[in-house]
């Protein structure tokens, strides 16, 4: 990974000591934990575009990384697994042991993270299993294509496809769509295609930590660089090689300069050490502006994604499946 550039004159920057910053006390001891080693490996040289071997070994190694990351998590969650082709794209269908009667209709609507590169196959399994614990609903992962053998619109196609046959299925009320990282950006930029193609919004949208933004204009892509233990850097080269030559402002690519009018009610989250915050808090700002009900929590500390398994990521899912619960047809 790159680091970020900006175009500005250094008379107008700001210029910080470098310094050591301690995990808070006001964390737990599980977040001060995680805070102490950074988990991803900061510059990464990628292969160019057109050696597909390379990649493909590098989205393994990625792939496996996050899987092992979060094995003990998901493998704790009971859960049905099942993975079927919806609209031609494979989907992990996940339904909760314990569903509750009153939430059978209902369906969560789930895009892994991954930095619109990785995240594939068993890690997409893997963090659905932790979203469905968190929406508390039967839960449909995508596994989408990605690049370099699939740019965009690849991932896009395959998300809107999945909405498209859920709608044949449920009605919108019933359907919440969500993201994490890399998924949050396409859960948003799926609800403006939807928009635009005339299909029904979802009763809500949850997007968590969301890279929304592919240009990185925001202020803590600065102020947080270095400071975020999982984003150690700018992802500029796989935003660029997920585009495949599209302008990257597109609101497809970048829903945060989308016309946001017509989103659903939206849950945001991200943490104060985290990357993405100002994609997070930008996002926020322009739904209330629109008159969408949108909800922002902000955890003290928190890098990009989480802890991991700490109380205050407990506390986002506990948060999460109060909104989702409180969203749709079958609501209340």
């Known amino acids: 990974m790159s680091g970020t550039t900006t175009d500005q004159p250094a008379a107008t920057m700001l210029e910080v000591p470098a310094r050591r910053i301690p995990p808070p006390a006001s964390v ?9 080693e950074s988990w991803a490996a900061g510059d990464v040289a990628y292969p160019p575009p057109d050696d597909l071997e390379s990649w493909a ?8 990384a996050i899987v092992d990351r979060i094995a003990a998590q998901s493998a704790a969650i009971a859960a049905s697994v099942e993975t079927v082709e919806l609209a031609g794209v494979t989907v992990h269908v ?44 039967r839960t449909c992962a995508v596994d989408y294509r990605v690049p370099p053998e699939h740019p965009y619109p690849a ?34 930029a799926l609800l403006l295609r939807a928009h635009d193609e005339a299909l029904p919004m979802p009763a809500a949208a949850v997007l968590l930590t969301p890279e929304l933004d592919l240009t990185e204009s925001g202020d803590t892509f600065q102020t947080n660089l270095g400071v975020d233990t999982v ?9 660029l ?50 008159g969408v009900e949108a909800e922002l929590h902000v955890f003290e500390a928190m890098p990009h994604g989480g802890f991991g398994d700490a109380p205050e990521d407990r506390v986002v899912g506990d948060e999460m499946r109060r909104f989702v619960t409180a969203h749709g047809s079958s609501a209340g």
């Open 155 to 188: 991932a896009l196609d395959d998300c809107i496809a999945v909405y498209r046959a859920l709608l044949a299925e449920h009605a919108p009320g019933d359907v919440i769509v969500g993201g994490a990282s890399a998924g949050g950006n396409l859960a948003a």
């Open 241 to 290: 090689l997920y585009a495949g030559g599209h302008d990257l402002a597109h609101p497809y690519l970048s829903p945060l300069f989308g016309d946001v009018a017509a989103f659903p009610p939206t849950f945001l989250q991200a943490g104060t050490r985290d990357l993405f915050l100002s994609n997070t808090v930008r996002m926020h700002r322009k739904l209330r502006a629109a």
């Open 57 to 64: 070994l590098v989205r393994q190694l990625a792939d496996q």
């Open 94 to 137: 996940l339904t909760p042991a314990d569903l509750a009667a009153d939430a059978t209709n209902r369906v969560y609507l789930d895009i892994h993270g991954g930095a619109l590169v990785f995240g594939a196959g068993d890690a997409c399994r893997a963090m659905g299993l932790i979203a469905m614990d968190r929406a508390g609903v």
């Open 28 to 36: 737990s001891p599980e977040a001060r934990a995680a805070l102490s």
């Open 231 to 239: 984003l150690t850097g700018s992802l500029a080269d796989l935003n």
